[in-house]
């Protein structure tokens, strides 16, 4: 027993082809330690991404040594990857200047004009690094703006090293060098489908940036005539109120209602948006909800949108947009969500009581699609 203990090391160790497969392994399992343990990319990012890559490179090296050959096909592949994205995309294909503007004491907004030739999808995000806090670190990030603008807006919140010094650096710096490349993502809802005619979306805190897009989306192809729509709703749920003053309304209406696709075209000078039919209700509300409030908390912000104090009951607001979609012959309703886990938790079940029993009585179902984030 002890001699075959004895013989371990320098099994591993002796003869150079081993000594390589034993170092090969090591990175391996070091890659493998800090990408399955969230603290890791969450709380340490730095030091993630400074093993990470070393790690990554000891492998490739390593294995040719042991004599794997294959694997400088998936080195090969992988360089050629970051070519194409940090160096194509990321320096040459889109321009790299971009405005920072500290819209809250710890929420950065991010704009730059949108380049020519790049297109995205409502709810997409991009993966981007600045220069001055670290070129390497490549961070991805939600898309705030709606495709149709000509302008594309990132809200960055403080919440690690990075973000902390993009907060540090947007307090003195109005204009800096992005590198950017993406656009990245897809819902796992078709929200283009015509069957989803009213849409639901739940955010908390930051997470309103892709709500804030899709929703921007939606509305911009009613007024184009491209889309029906029966009712959109936004649920926003948040600890204060400086983000969503910062954010401001979708529309300059805050209560407005969707014009009828299938009904014959009006003509008229006022906005598409207030075309409104007798028969739908106000159909784009927007609910902000302040967890944390005080007696001095207002009851509406200046530009009229309305605060209600608390969290947001998510089934009973599923099941008036039930109530609504049986009366409008609606059977399927899209919930998009983005937040922290217990609010995307809360949606879940709103969403699984809510859509029991649909197809077996022709009720409503719910279908969803769910984004967390971690502080």
């Not at 995309?89 to 405005?99: E, G, V």
């Not at 069957?195 to 908390?204: A, F, S």
Request: a negative charge; glycine letters at 6%.
């Amino acid at each position: 027993g002890d001699s075959t203990i004895q013989e371990i090391p320098e099994f591993l160790f002796g003869e150079a082809q081993n000594l390589w497969g034993s170092l090969m392994a090591v990175s391996m399992v070091f890659l493998v330690i800090t990408s399955i343990f969230p603290i890791f990319r969450r709380q340490l990012f730095e030091l993630w991404l400074a093993i990470h890559i070393p790690a990554a490179i000891c492998v490739v090296v390593f294995g040719y040594l042991h004599e794997v050959t294959s694997i400088l096909f998936i080195g090969g592949w992988w360089v050629v990857d970051l070519l194409m994205r940090y160096l194509v995309m990321a320096n040459c294909r889109y321009p790299r200047q971009a405005k920072l503007e500290l819209v809250t004491r710890d929420v950065v907004k991010v704009s730059f004009q949108k380049p020519s030739g790049f297109s995205y999808n409502a709810g997409q995000f991009v993966q981007i690094a600045f220069p001055e806090i670290g070129c390497l670190e490549f961070h991805p990030i939600t898309i705030s703006s709606a495709p149709h603008e000509s302008e594309i807006t990132l809200h960055i919140k403080a919440s690690g090293g990075w973000s902390h010094r993009l907060v540090t650096l947007a307090s003195t710096t109005k204009e800096v060098t992005a590198m950017m490349e993406g656009p990245y993502g897809s819902s796992s809802v078709d929200m283009d489908a015509e069957r989803y005619q009213m849409v639901l979306l739940v955010c908390g805190g930051i997470g309103v940036t892709p709500c804030n897009s899709i929703a921007k989306s939606l509305i911009h192809n009613v007024e184009t005539r491209t889309r029906s729509m029966k009712q959109i709703q936004l649920v926003w749920s948040v600890r204060d109120l400086d983000l969503v003053t910062a954010m401001g309304p979708l529309s300059n209406a805050l209560e407005i209602e969707l014009e009828d696709m299938s009904s014959p075209r009006r003509e008229s000078n006022r906005p598409v948006q207030e075309q409104a039919l007798e028969t739908l209700p106000r159909s784009l509300k927007t609910s902000i909800y302040l967890t944390k409030s005080s007696e001095s908390t207002p009851n509406s912000l200046p530009d009229g949108r309305k605060i209600i104090k608390g969290r947001p009951n998510l089934y009973r607001i599923m099941e008036e947009m039930r109530d609504y979609a049986l009366a409008n012959h609606v059977s399927h309703v899209v919930v998009f969500g983005c937040g922290p886990t217990a609010l995307i938790d809360d949606m879940k079940s709103a969403c699984r009581k809510t859509s029991r029993g649909a197809l077996d009585c022709g009720g409503v179902k719910f279908d969803m699609h769910e984004e967390i984030f971690h502080f």
